[in-house]
């Protein structure tokens, strides 16, 4: 069985257990460093980024995180997740987790679509899908090992790193769960990898 976690320090939580349990896998609600021993990816939900710092920081999770992600271990960065996993944040000399190589800018749709729905297109998941953007931030810079998924009015809204993957939208706010399965896909590849690794240890 395939076990994701979701970081529960604050924002959107119970919705990305419910999404991540539509697609058949184990969620499990992630508030301290033990608990990311035996995951095999990890969801970093939407809420406020600076709120959420200061709880990392607080129970010392941005190492153990960035450890996480170096044993090759999926993240999946949505809206304030997205920003945390940001290299750079416009306008801010602060980082985050830093670990993709994007720039963002935060609350950038403008306060009189603080809140909005969109049809777009992601690529490899759907032609159309439903996305909330709830103060989105969006990429304005993206390194050359970052494609790009979605674009929403001329901006990226969708990015993948490896097996790192941001959204600027809320995509467990709706019932489509394509891009949830899409993280999940990610993760199940991520552990193949990783088990063909050992095999290729054990046997020489
Ligand atoms: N505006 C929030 C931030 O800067 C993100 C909003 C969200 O996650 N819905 O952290």
């Known amino acids: ?5 979701i970081l529960g320090l604050q924002g959107a939580v119970r919705e990305h257990v419910q999404a991540v349990e539509q697609c058949g896998a184990q969620a499990v609600v ?5 608990q990311l021993t035996g995951l095999d990816g990890l969801i970093l939900p939407g809420g406020e980024s600076t709120a959420m710092r200061r709880l990392l920081d607080k129970y010392e999770m941005i190492e153990p995180l960035k450890e996480f992600a170096a044993k090759g271990k999926p993240l ?12 750079e944040i ?6 985050h987790l830093g670990l993709m190589d ?26 159309s899908m439903n996305a909330v953007f709830i103060r989105a931030p969006h990429i304005t810079e993206a390194g050359e090992n970052v494609e790009i998924l ?4 001329g901006r990226i809204v969708a990015a993948r790193e490896g097996y790192l993957l941001g959204c600027s939208f809320h995509p467990e706010l709706t019932d489509d769960y ?3 399965q899409y993280f999940l896909d ?6 193949e990898d990783f088990s063909q690794e050992k095999v290729a240890i054990d046997t020489s």
């Open 90 to 95: 416009d306008g801010s000399d602060q980082v």
């Open 150 to 153: 979605a674009k929403y009015d």
């Open 76 to 87: 999946f960065g949505t809206c304030a997740g997205l920003i945390l996993l940001a290299k």
């Open 102 to 127: 994007i720039a963002v800018e935060r609350n950038s749709f403008g306060r009189q679509r603080d809140s909005f729905e969109a049809e777009i297109a992601i690529a490899g998941v759907a032609d």
């Open 178 to 180: 394509r891009f949830t």
């Open 1 to 5: 069985m395939t076990t994701i976690g």
């Open 186 to 191: 990610m993760v199940n590849a991520a552990k």
């Open 30 to 34: 992630v508030k301290s460093v033990e």
